[in-house]
């Protein structure tokens, strides 16, 4: 499993997609000119009982468009927006803490040959994450990846590289893996490629039944953090995290040779929620129960 830590849902999001789907490319996708897409989806997250008592529930929905240009020998550059917005309801939990946090991130890849059978890619983004009443210069970060591409042949390609996330009273080094192995002609195993409600990070085993039928099942580390507003009761000027590995199954359905809608059902294990003060000090930790969510996104290529 890939292991990304985030300092908001969205951080890495974006340009994680756009950097990893251009390392995926094979060497004759090189020089393609223009190419863009848009993802939208909406994911409900049930009750979820915490060990003090109390519950919560969630509701995101995000937008993310990106695109790219290709040149000669290899090289390209591309520019992502992620807008992510989530609703939270809390039940019993002494007091409401926040109603909602909102999440744009900005960025920017780019991506080179390195050997003759190797790719570089580099990307950096900026954005906010804040409660809804917070304002947004409270919430900057900004993050870089480095990330190194080697195809061994047509059906293998293995990655790695390493990210570092700056904000939020928080700084964080993290690892990633990538790799395309195409195992048979049905059998994939893979990051997702498409920006979905979990991130595009994580592995994916998935199926492809024909050519408009796919089911995938996979897993990823998520951790979601943001600013708190100065009038916040729990923790004025303070900063909410969210971890846990969301595991799910994935249904695809490709409408047209540009236009997919897929469906997630699944599980969030090992849930946490921690309180952070202004200057990033722990006040409260709390660990929720395995947590159903079901999702489902349209994502477009132009």
């Known amino acids: 499993m890939q292991t990304i830590r985030r300092g908001l849902l969205s951080a890495l999001g974006a340009f994680i997609f756009l950097s990893t789907s251009i390392a995926f490319a094979s060497p004759a996708q090189a020089d393609s000119g223009w190419s863009s897409r848009l993802t939208t989806g909406y994911l409900v997250s049930t009750d979820a009982d915490f060990d003090s008592g109390g519950t919560y529930s969630s509701r995101l929905f995000f937008i993310d468009?990106?695109?790219?240009?290709?040149?000669?020998?290899?090289f390209s550059i591309g520019l992502g927006l992620n807008y992510t917005t989530l609703d939270y309801d809390f039940k019993d939990f002494g007091v409401n803490p926040w109603d909602r946090a909102d999440f744009l991130t900005i960025?920017?890849?780019?991506?080179?040959?390195?050997g003759e059978?190797?790719?570089?890619?580099?990307?950096g983004s900026f954005g906010s994450a804040t409660e809804k009443n917070a304002s947004w210069d409270e919430g900057w970060t900004s993050s870089l990846v480095l990330s190194y591409m080697y195809f061994f042949s047509p059906a293998l390609s293995i990655g790695t590289g390493a990210g570092f996330v700056h904000g939020l009273e928080d700084s964080s080094f993290f690892p990633l893996i990538l790799v395309r192995w195409q195992i048979t002609d049905q059998w994939l195993l893979s990051n997702p490629f498409r920006p979905g409600p979990f991130g595009p990070a994580g592995l994916e085993l998935s199926y492809?039944?024909?050519?408009?039928?796919?089911?995938?099942?996979?897993?990823?580390?998520?951790s979601i953090r943001f600013a708190l507003d100065d009038q916040a009761p729990v923790a004025p000027s303070g900063f909410a995290e969210?971890?846990?590995?969301?595991?799910?199954l994935r249904l695809g359905w490709a409408?047209?040779?540009?236009?997919?809608?897929?469906?997630?059902f699944g599980l969030t294990l090992d849930g946490r929620l921690?309180?952070?003060d202004s200057e990033g000090n722990?006040?409260?930790?709390?660990?929720?129960?395995p947590q159903p969510i079901v999702g489902v996104n349209l994502s477009g290529r132009f």
């Open 65 to 74: 468009g990106s695109t790219r240009k290709s040149f000669a020998n290899h």
């Open 282 to 289: 722990e006040l409260r930790k709390e660990k929720y129960d």
């Open 107 to 114: 960025s920017v890849p780019v991506t080179m040959k390195a």
């Open 208 to 222: 492809r039944h024909n050519d408009r039928l796919d089911f995938g099942l996979g897993g990823v580390y998520r």
């Open 274 to 276: 921690t309180i952070d």
């Open 242 to 248: 969210f971890k846990g590995v969301p595991v799910f």
């Open 255 to 264: 409408a047209t040779r540009s236009i997919a809608v897929d469906g997630y």
């Open 117 to 123: 059978s190797g790719r570089l890619s580099v990307a």
